[in-house]
């Protein structure tokens, strides 16, 4: 007689329990206004599509962060659990749902986001100068720009900074070492090169750039990334925890306490940033508007 031989599907290694101060409280029905304001004008959220921890305490509060040029990204990031593929068309009304979306929740302080796309020649850049333009056309708020790296295309850049963003931000993400499988395809000088751009070109626009702990870096590698930020005259900089979306992306290699969040974020400010924000739930957006009335 023959054997059966029964094989049980592998279960996902399990995620490590978060600490006491990674908890946070659970979505509300103050949620609600924000969430059908995105719903109805069929607008991407980086707060949903990168599972945000802070999305509950904003999207109550009527605040989110767009995310432009659709909801596919061309770059494996091993951090970012936006879906990764064949991009789509960009759709060319875009511009005028975020602005709408601005004007619905009272928005004064507007932050921009996007995928990379680098199968676009100028990735995206003319996208984003419309959004900015449209959004100041419509709610006279003030705009922050995340942007990709536009593959280092500097007349990608010099069009977006046309637009006279209020803050022009590029995060930098993680150190040097762990770029190979944090932020894959990304180059780390490229994105220094970039925000050195910004103030050549407009030496009065703000500056800004964050960093994820939490992924294997030593805090010696921080600091480091953080002094050459400055030497490129970057003058925000976010450092917050890393958490992992889901088991498809890189696990946590350590939950740094607040204490040493305090720490590195005083030693980042003796190296002259206008604004450092650091703790475990700071992200780039979170709380924008005021980190950029502090420059």
């Known amino acids: ?15 490590r329990r978060l600490p006491k101060w990674l908890k946070r409280p659970l979505p509300s029905s103050e949620m609600a206004f924000t969430s059908n304001v995105i719903e109805d004008l069929q607008l991407e959220t ?27 990204c061309t770059r494996p990031c091993g951090f970012c659990s936006v879906p990764k593929g064949k991009t789509g068309e960009i759709l060319v009304d875009e511009p005028q749902r975020v602005a709408e979306a601005a004007a619905r929740l009272g928005l004064q302080y507007v932050v921009i986001t996007c ?26 708020a003030e705009v922050e720009v995340l942007t990709s790296d536009f593959r280092g295309n ?14 022009f931000n590029h995060n930098m993400e993680s150190v040097p070492r762990l770029y190979h499988r944090v932020r894959r ?11 050195k751009q910004v ?27 953080a002094a050459d930020l400055r030497g490129v005259g970057c003058d925000i900089l976010t450092i917050g925890q890393y958490l992992q979306p889901s088991g498809q992306q890189l696990p946590v290699e350590r939950f740094v306490p607040p204490e040493e969040f305090d720490q590195l974020g005083e030693q980042c400010r003796q190296l002259g940033f206008s604004m450092v924000a650091s703790g475990p739930f700071v992200r780039s957006s979170y709380h924008a508007g005021e980190m950029a009335s502090h420059v």
């Open 1 to 15: 007689m023959q054997q059966l031989t029964i094989v049980t599907p592998q279960s996902e290694p399990p995620r």
């Open 199 to 225: 103030k050549d070109e407009c030496p009065e626009m703000p500056t800004k750039s964050g960093l994820m702990l939490g992924l294997g870096e030593t805090i010696e590698e921080v600091l480091d990334v």
């Open 154 to 167: 500097r007349k990608s850049i010099s069009r977006v900074i046309e637009a006279r963003p209020d803050v």
């Open 46 to 72: 980086v707060c949903e599509s990168a599972k945000c921890p802070n999305r509950t305490e904003c999207w109550a509060q009527k605040t989110a962060t767009f995310m432009i040029l659709g909801n596919v």
């Open 115 to 140: 995928v990379t796309r680098d199968d676009l020649p100028d990735g995206g850049a003319e996208h984003f100068y419309e959004c900015i333009h449209a959004v100041r056309e419509r709610t006279g």
């Open 185 to 195: 395809n990304a180059v780390y000088q490229r994105s220094l090169d970039l925000l």
